[in-house]
């Protein structure tokens, strides 16, 4: 079944961060495509790689088990072709948590690269400033949300991608009406959310006036939306 027709389907029990990406998907931002299994064919090691397989063995493929914080999988071109990916498979599944009675798995063909962000800037306490991370780098980019001007460049990315994480991960954060923490992913050349989850802002970061974080009376009509 298609990722997104899951997140469309009544019936389907998502978890808070999972019902964040049917709320945004439904709103026109980019969420991940891919396809999910359910109950006995998620756990089914054979049906999972055939999948993955058909995934074609030029893109990298990112496996997560969806409802959970269980660690995600990424399998390379060269786990696919070369017939690592059945190992890596078993391996994953065999750390799921023990509660993944009706598991949910996502499987994503992405482009590298991917990384997390996150809508304010904790670590200085600069509530308007979005960090993008790629994964494996050390630096992060810095990105004020109202000028849209770089404060700081990172590494492992271009200035073109850390620019349109850091655009989709303020939307998110206006569209939901609270600071976020994401992962992401490149599909297409375009960034999509993989997860989407709150973040938790100390009150000197958030400032006196903040609602559940001023409520984002960062509201549209001043923030150029």
């Not at 899951?6 to 049917?22: I, M, N, Q």
């Not at 931002?29 to 359910?38: A, D, M, N, P």
């Not at 939901?176 to 000197?204: C, D």
Request: net charge negative; proline share 6%.
């Amino acid at each position: 079944m298609p990722f997104d027709a899951h997140l469309r389907d009544p019936e389907a029990v998502l978890d808070d961060a999972t019902e964040y990406l049917r709320s945004l998907s439904a709103g026109g931002l980019g969420v991940v495509r891919g396809w999910v299994l359910l109950g006995q064919e998620a756990q089914d090691s054979v049906e999972l790689l055939s999948v993955v397989g058909s995934a074609g063995e030029s893109t990298r493929v990112h496996l997560r088990l969806v409802n959970t914080r269980a660690p995600a999988l990424d399998l390379s071109p060269a786990d696919v072709s070369s017939g690592r990916a059945s190992a890596l498979i078993d391996t994953w599944m065999g750390a799921w948590p023990s509660d993944a009675v009706e598991p949910c798995v996502l499987i994503a063909p992405m482009d590298a690269p991917a990384g997390r962000a996150t809508s304010s800037n904790i670590a200085e306490g600069k509530a308007d400033e979005v960090c993008v991370w790629a994964d494996g780098a050390h630096v992060c980019w810095r990105i004020d949300r109202r000028s849209t001007r770089v404060s700081e460049s990172g590494d492992g990315i271009n200035m073109l991608v850390a620019e349109s994480v850091a655009d989709l991960v303020d939307r998110v954060q206006l569209a939901l009406g609270r600071p976020v923490e994401v992962e992401w992913g490149l599909q297409e050349e375009r960034p999509v959310l993989i997860s989407v989850r709150h973040l938790a802002v100390p009150a000197k970061v958030a400032g006196p006036s903040a609602g559940p974080w001023r409520r984002v009376s960062l509201a549209l009509d001043d923030e150029g939306t």
